[in-house]
């Protein structure tokens, strides 16, 4: 029995590691064309679909840096609850291409969750990031604002993917 019970749990690890490998909204596609080099930095989330794991989070930012075999990820933000700052670092690897802006990231040890890049502005300053499903949606900046017209077109292509727009949570920064 329980060795039964252990080949269960082990073939629900290698599924869930391979949904989340290969993982992006149906509607989605994954920018071409893709540097690192200009994506590497520290990007402002200026609105995002809330998770439990930035729950409550404002002046959230993430910062990628370049690292072995991938992207180095330190994300922080400020717990407006407990009045204290959470920060939580993680890796960030292709699925594929590196030119095609598909990762695969993981904040818990060999777990991987979609991070696919599905807008980004020829400047590098601004980015809409899709997570592995229609829960998961990120608009960033290398600034703590946005243009309107660069961020209506983002929402407008959120839309058009299926996410729902009126649920994204606004971050403020300080």
Do not use: Q
Request: hydrophobic share 40%; with cysteine; aromatic share 12%.
């Amino acid at each position: 029995m329980k060795k039964k019970m252990l080949a269960v749990l082990a073939a629900l690890s290698v599924l869930l590691l391979l949904a989340g490998c290969a993982s992006i909204p149906k509607k989605a596609t994954a920018v071409k064309n893709f540097r690192v080099s200009r994506y590497l930095g520290t990007w402002y989330e200026i609105a995002r679909i809330d998770n439990e794991y930035e729950e409550d989070l404002n002046n959230v930012t993430a910062t990628y840096i370049l690292a072995t075999g991938g992207l180095k990820i330190v994300n922080e933000g400020y717990d407006v609850r407990t009045g204290s700052w959470k920060v939580a670092e993680g890796k960030a690897s292709f699925r594929g291409d590196p030119s095609v802006g598909e990762l695969k990231v993981s904040f818990f040890g060999p777990y991987y969750a979609g991070y696919n890049i599905i807008a980004l502005s020829d400047d590098y300053n601004y980015a809409m990031v899709a997570g592995e499903s229609l829960d998961y949606l990120w608009i960033l900046s290398r600034d703590k604002t946005i243009p309107d017209e660069i961020l209506s077109t983002f929402l407008s292509t959120a839309e058009e993917i299926g996410f729902d727009t009126g649920s994204l949570i606004w971050v403020h920064h300080d």
